[in-house]
């Protein structure tokens, strides 16, 4: 979600062994070629599965048994599993198994390392205005949220007009959020997130939720980057406007407060949601960042985990990342973003600001640390730049704060001290906008139809930089309020 820094993948260098294993559709003495990672052992000590089919061989636990492992989950529809356990020897001889296409090593993904603090400024004006979270009414129009006049983000995307028209979502319409939880008692979330259905996969952090905030449920946010993203989408426009006012949220915690996870929780995040009725997904995972021939098998259970939700109607979306990296160029690196059906997102920011409330100049202007490529971003959402790197002030995006926030380094920082709002940037926000179109897309032009909705965003989007897909904005800024019909027919 923040700005440039290095994710955390793997603590080793990981190659391929190669072998081999039996497959009855085969000639007799031919076997297709698997894989896996050969490092001494799995990071966190599992193994993701991925076999040859969309379901588990009928002995599949038998045959992890055997070999001294126990099957954590499996992924029916899929066709994939988790696996811990295992020697890498006895991995390797699981891989080489009947219908079993590889078994590699489960990384663990790291958060962006801390960033400069938000400002003693910033966390100290809000402070002050930390009431109690109690049952908010949503205001008539977003736009009537108290700080909205510091939303420049919003009305760079027409999202005003759109709420002028009365398109504010349906609570019909769910979107669930995979990142480190949502603060559900948040003046701006109050009555948006449902509960039954949100969930944790993250154990460890469930502990901590109970001990600190008894009574909550365990998908309460103890860093603040999912609370920030949930109200970006939807908001009662208590204090800041989300894109809609009427979408439910779904919340999937899979990062712990300091945003890390293993790659099984986002393929279990993902398969979870679209199983419960997602019918948008928000991919604000961090920055997977690892060579494409390294681990195939990894590769191939993400895309089957999003190939199942996209076969189940949802939308996905994701961050193109905030390391500046051209993605045309660097083709042998995988990232999230490039999964299938993934609508990949830059970012965009003003160059310069009067003050807190502007003016702002430029304000679809690339933002300084966005990712970029033509063959990778779909479109660009308002992101903003620093705060500080050299960023020039009050360019940030305002965001909420998760009011059970525990960090206490980096950009979340005032989130901990008080703070019900605080400045920051990132793809991670312009994806959240995003998110939020699908959202109110889905609620005037019907669910279940993921490619459609896509079109509508790209096609609906202010056509920047180079003519047609362009580097830095793909198809173009996103603009609400034309998608809804609110502004100029879509341009052809």
């Not at 690892?290 to 199942?308: H, M």
């Not at 996209?310 to 390391?323: E, Q």
């Not at 580097?471 to 809804?484: D, L, M, Q, S, T």
Request: with cysteine.
């Amino acid at each position: 979600m923040l700005c440039v820094t290095r994710y955390a993948i793997a603590a080793v260098s990981i190659t391929l062994a190669l072998a081999r294993c039996k497959d009855p559709a085969a000639p007799p003495g031919t076997r297709p070629t698997m894989s896996i990672g050969s490092v001494s052992a799995s990071e966190n000590g599992k193994y993701i599965v991925v076999f040859t089919g969309d379901n588990a061989p009928a002995d599949f636990a038998a045959r992890v048994s055997a070999r001294g492992g126990t099957v954590e989950t499996v992924l029916d529809g899929v066709g994939v599993a988790v696996v811990s356990g295992l020697t890498h020897a006895a991995a390797g001889d699981l891989a080489s198994t009947q219908d079993i296409n590889a078994v590699e090593p489960d990384i663990t993904i790291g958060s962006d390392s801390p960033e400069e603090p938000a400002g003693a400024d910033a966390a100290e004006a809000e402070a002050a205005d930390a009431s109690s979270v109690a049952l908010t009414e949503s205001h008539a129009s977003p736009a009537g949220a108290r700080y909205y006049a510091r939303q420049w983000n919003l009305r760079a995307i027409k999202a005003n007009a759109a709420w002028d028209a009365g398109y504010l979502g349906s609570s019909d319409v769910t979107v669930f959020i995979l990142d480190t939880g949502i603060d559900y008692l948040q003046p701006d979330l109050v009555g948006r997130v449902d509960l039954s259905r949100s969930v944790s996969f993250v154990p460890s952090e469930d502990a901590l939720v109970a001990s600190k905030f008894p009574g909550r449920h365990p998908i309460t946010d103890l860093h603040s980057h999912g609370t920030a993203v949930a109200a970006l989408i939807a908001s009662n426009a208590d204090s800041l406007a989300g894109v809609t006012q009427q979408t439910t949220l779904v919340g999937v915690k899979v990062h712990d407060r300091t945003r890390t996870g293993p790659v099984d929780n986002y393929i279990r995040g993902i398969k979870y949601a679209a199983d419960h009725g997602a019918d948008v997904i928000h991919l604000s995972i961090p920055f997977i960042d690892f060579k494409k021939d390294s681990l195939p098998g990894l590769i191939a259970a993400i895309n089957r985990a999003l190939n199942y939700a996209h076969r189940k109607g949802a939308v996905l979306v994701a961050a193109a990342g905030n390391m500046s990296s051209d993605l045309d160029h660097d083709q042998d690196r995988w990232r999230f973003c490039n999964g299938v059906h993934v609508i990949c997102v830059s970012a965009t920011a003003p160059t310069a600001a009067a003050g807190v409330n502007g003016p702002w100049e430029n304000v679809d202007a690339v933002a300084p640390t966005t990712n970029f490529g033509r063959s990778a971003i779909s479109v660009a959402g308002p992101g903003g730049a620093g705060p500080g790197g050299g960023a020039a002030p009050n360019t940030a995006v305002w965001v909420t704060c998760s009011t059970a926030g525990l960090v206490t380094i980096g950009n979340p920082r005032p989130c901990s001290q008080g703070a019900l709002r605080w400045q920051s940037s990132g793809n991670t926000f312009g994806a959240a906008v995003t998110s939020g179109l699908a959202a109110l897309l889905i609620s005037t032009m019907g669910k279940g139809q993921p490619d459609q909705i896509r079109a509508a965003i790209e096609k609906s989007a202010d056509d920047l930089g180079e003519p047609g897909t362009d580097p830095y904005y793909g198809r173009g800024r996103i603009n609400v309020a034309r998608a809804v019909g609110a502004l100029v027919q879509l341009r052809p």
